[in-house]
């Protein structure tokens, strides 16, 4: 699989195969001894990534990664007490965690990604009281943003009921399964 990723990054280059085509890629990559038509995922996140969406889609990932790290760095700063400093090195950690884990998985079920939503959202606010005053920001840009969450999940919703009508075709007989 990983090798097959890197042959699709070099034979796509700039934009890869498109979002969530790696599977679909793969079949004409791999070794037709060693198939399993249900792959999904190069089964790395950095190789699904660049095979899926190119050299463009590992800078704008290098991009929001730098960005997530400082607004991170500012939201520890504006922290107030080691409980809540605390609680920032903890989801730093964990997504560090998970940026090593990806090195041999992709995930792509909605629970673990809604909680990443949630860690990340949390690093870019930080925690406020209903005392705090209210930040200033662009009521259209957050508009945007939740759209874009939005679309995010209801895709997500659609994979996961994929895969689990592929499961699901396991346990069902021989003649249904293929339906």
Same mark, same amino acid.
């Given at each position: 699989? /990983? +090798? $097959? *990723?890197?042959?699709?990054?070099?034979?796509?280059? @700039?934009? %890869?195969?498109?979002?969530? #085509?790696?599977?679909? &890629?793969?079949?004409?990559?791999?070794?037709?001894?060693?198939?399993?038509?249900?792959?999904?995922?190069?089964?790395?996140?950095?190789?699904?990534?660049?095979?899926?969406?190119?050299?463009?889609?590992?800078?704008?990932?290098?991009?929001?990664?730098?960005?997530?790290?400082?607004?991170?760095?500012?939201? /520890? +700063? $504006? *922290?107030?007490?080691?409980?809540?400093?605390?609680? @920032?090195? %903890?989801?730093?950690?964990? #997504?560090?965690?998970? &940026?090593?884990?990806?090195?041999?998985?992709?995930?792509?079920?909605?629970?673990?990604?809604?909680?990443?939503?949630?860690?990340?959202?949390?690093?870019?606010?930080?925690?406020?009281?209903?005392?705090?005053?209210?930040?200033?920001?662009?009521?259209?840009?957050?508009?945007?943003?939740?759209?874009?969450?939005?679309?995010?999940?209801?895709?997500?919703?659609?994979?996961?009921?994929?895969? %689990?009508?592929?499961?699901?075709?396991?346990?069902?007989?021989?003649?249904?399964?293929?339906?």
């Amino acid at each position: 699989m /990983w +090798q $097959s *990723a890197a042959s699709i990054t070099v034979d796509h280059p @700039i934009t %890869g195969v498109g979002p969530g #085509l790696f599977g679909r &890629a793969y079949r004409e990559y791999r070794d037709p001894l060693m198939a399993r038509d249900k792959l999904a995922s190069a089964h790395n996140f950095y190789l699904n990534t660049a095979s899926e969406l190119g050299v463009l889609g590992i800078i704008v990932g290098t991009w929001l990664t730098f960005t997530l790290i400082k607004a991170s760095w500012k939201t /520890w +700063q $504006s *922290a107030k007490g080691r409980n809540q400093h605390l609680r @920032i090195e %903890g989801m730093v950690a964990a #997504l560090a965690a998970l &940026a090593i884990h990806s090195s041999v998985d992709v995930f792509t079920i909605t629970p673990i990604n809604l909680i990443l939503i949630i860690i990340v959202a949390y690093l870019v606010t930080g925690q406020r009281s209903i005392l705090d005053p209210l930040p200033e920001g662009q009521t259209r840009v957050a508009y945007v943003f939740l759209a874009i969450i939005v679309a995010f999940g209801g895709v997500l919703l659609n994979w996961d009921r994929a895969q %689990g009508l592929f499961q699901s075709s396991f346990s069902a007989p021989y003649e249904e399964a293929l339906a």
